[in-house]
């Protein structure tokens, strides 16, 4: 059904030559209804409501027996206060049109006798003028719509869901913050997002930095696991993602975490042999890790479980630092002194010499013993070398680094390179102690 528009006048001759230009005017996309008074236009728009049929414009004359013009008007305001309402003068009643625009906001009037020309050109402003302000309601109708919803979904949302400045710290975060990880949501404004890290784990400090580095640079989504802080100061593993926001009132990154449930299954597993290819990062390193030392608890000791993430860890990062990403014990040296070491891993994860290259963990499980083969496409080195400095020479306590190998040489009851030094072999015997 056509919207419509309505004129009421009590002179039928000037209703129907209205009635004419507008159907002649307007006709392909309104109807047209008249009426003869106040009351029967009353009845006719309370109709059109009910059948939910649109009224644009309303032109009125002022002198009509019963209700006049402008009461007429600033009743049927009340009931159509979107509509635009013209009003017909014939002498020039100012205090009618007064009223009127005090009480409902007349959109013109118009005094008689008007020129055809003149009355088309301003039903024609007025049609535009109603359809510009119906499009900015629906727009703003959905707009609240949106924003409600988007409201309500943040705040009932199971991840924790946060908003980050140019420097990192938290401008918005729900209320998720306080069931998952114990903190009031206030208490947490102006934070700087790596305060919820838990960075006793060194782990998780490269991680988060590896990865808000490569998110500030190549401005796509990243996300990754990593143990976040109670507020009892206890780690917590989360899946963190993070995306860049085109600066808005410099809100830079929006970012959810959410907890990641126990792997129930590998419990009940009795055997395992694996084989993972990963990139040069530490967020896949760190994945595998956790995913061996998970496996490990049902037959190691806690001390072991610990013991050989950490190990592994210190090799898969050899394989990734030094053998994928060639960076030298000098190169390391000097970027750990200039504190850009991140800058110095960043820039080879993105060469594409070395982007290629995949670390692959051969990795199996049984009740007696865990076997693990680190094998990366790097270059190798003299291990024999290495081993035998370190054994004479101690660890170099000057430097930030060269004792990952030392550890992990002290754990596992087999630790064997090949030859060229890009594959290192380890075996732990559960319940053996170490000789020697
Ligand atoms: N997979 C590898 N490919 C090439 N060189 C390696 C590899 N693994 C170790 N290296 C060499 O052996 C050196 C000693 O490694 P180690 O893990 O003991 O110390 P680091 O990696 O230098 O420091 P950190 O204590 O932080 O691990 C390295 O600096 C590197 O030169
Ligand atoms: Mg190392």
Redesign the pocket.
Known sequence: MKPVIICVDDENLILDSIKMVLKENFGDGYSIETAESGDDALELIEELIRDGIEIPILISDYVMPGIKGDEFLILAHSMIPETLKIMLTGQADLRGVENVINHATLYRFLSKPWTTEDFVLTIGEALKSFGQARQIRIQNRELEISENKYKELVENSFDIIFYLDREERIRTINQSINRILRYKPKSLIGKKFSELIYITDWMNEKIVQEKMLELIHNKEPVSFNCDMVTAAGEPKEMLIRLQYLPASEGLIIVGTASSIEDDLLIRLCEKETQVYKIENYMTQIDMVCKRISNAITKYGSPEDVFLIKLCIM??L????????L?????E??EA?DNNDYYKLLFKRQQNPNYKNKRITVEFSLDSEKVEIR?S?E????D?KK?MSK?DKEG?DLK??????????KSFFHTFE?NDM????YLIRNFNVELSG
Do not use: C, P, T
């Open positions: 210190e090799l990062v050899n394989a990734m630092e030094h053998g994928n060639d960076i030298s014990f000098d390391k040296s750990l680190i990366d790097g270059k190798g080195f291990h290495q370190v660890v430097l930030a680094h060269g004792r990952g190998i030392q550890m992990a390179y030094g890009n594959s290192v």
